[in-house]
């Protein structure tokens, strides 16, 4: 008797965990999927139930001078938009966090790496990528540079080497050569291009 009563509370015990275990990793579906207001076996949440990070949210964002309105999730990164939304392409995805600078776009003159910048972040900012610094078939300065001293080789990192080079002179007309290495150290080459690049870039201050 006392050994069936054990059985018994066992039983309910495991019942218990179980419910408690299936109602939960439902919960942690429904939640990782993003999937709102579903209906997941015995799981009911509604959309109001989910924490507002989950929920999508339209906003404007100005690339190269064009607004854009846009519906993104608060998680999503300035580079998917840029790549994925609006196709400009060349904002590069290297690493996809933060350790490459491939990505590299300027957020008010200021260089920053989209992957790690969250497009609900550049609201009401002037964003300006590669695609957006020419003055329609001619190159800008710091292209032309580029071009003329060879500042590459595959080419991969060079959209965010030449918008770190943009930044630079903005605020830094004549940098000396360690000002240009230490503005590019956040931008990596692959190739080992850096004599070439760091010589477009006194060829570019020059030209400006
Ligand atoms: S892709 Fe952003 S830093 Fe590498
Ligand atoms: S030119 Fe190939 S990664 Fe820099």
Redesign the pocket.
């Known amino acids: 008797m006392k050994e069936k009563d054990n059985d018994s509370s066992k039983k309910s015990s495991l019942m218990t965990r179980r419910t408690f275990l299936k109602g939960g990793a439902l919960t942690t579906a429904a939640l990782s999927t993003g999937v709102l207001g579903a209906e997941v076996g015995e799981a009911h949440l509604a959309l109001e139930d989910y924490p507002s990070a989950l929920k999508r949210a339209t906003v404007t964002l100005k690339v190269n001078g064009l607004r854009h309105r846009l519906e993104v999730e608060p998680r999503t990164t300035l580079?998917e938009v840029l790549r994925e939304e609006l196709q400009l392409t060349g904002t590069?995805?290297?690493?996809?966090?933060?350790?490459?600078?491939?990505?590299?776009v300027l957020l008010n003159g200021r260089p920053v790496?989209?992957?790690?910048s969250l497009a609900i972040e550049a609201v009401g900012k002037e964003i300006l990528t590669i695609e957006g610094i020419s003055d329609g078939e001619t190159l800008h300065p710091v292209q032309r540079a580029f071009v003329q001293e060879m500042g590459l080789q595959c080419g991969f990192c060079s959209p965010?080497q030449i918008l770190a080079t943009v930044a630079l002179l903005g605020k830094n007309p004549s940098p000396s050569e360690a000002q240009i290495r230490q503005a590019l150290a956040?931008n990596l080459c692959r190739c080992g291009a850096y004599p070439m690049i760091f010589k477009s870039v006194q060829t570019a201050a020059r030209l400006r």
Not at 113 to 116: A, D, E, Q
């Open positions: 580079l590069k995805k290297g690493c996809d966090r933060g350790q490459c600078g491939s990505c590299t790496y989209s992957c790690l965010g956040g």
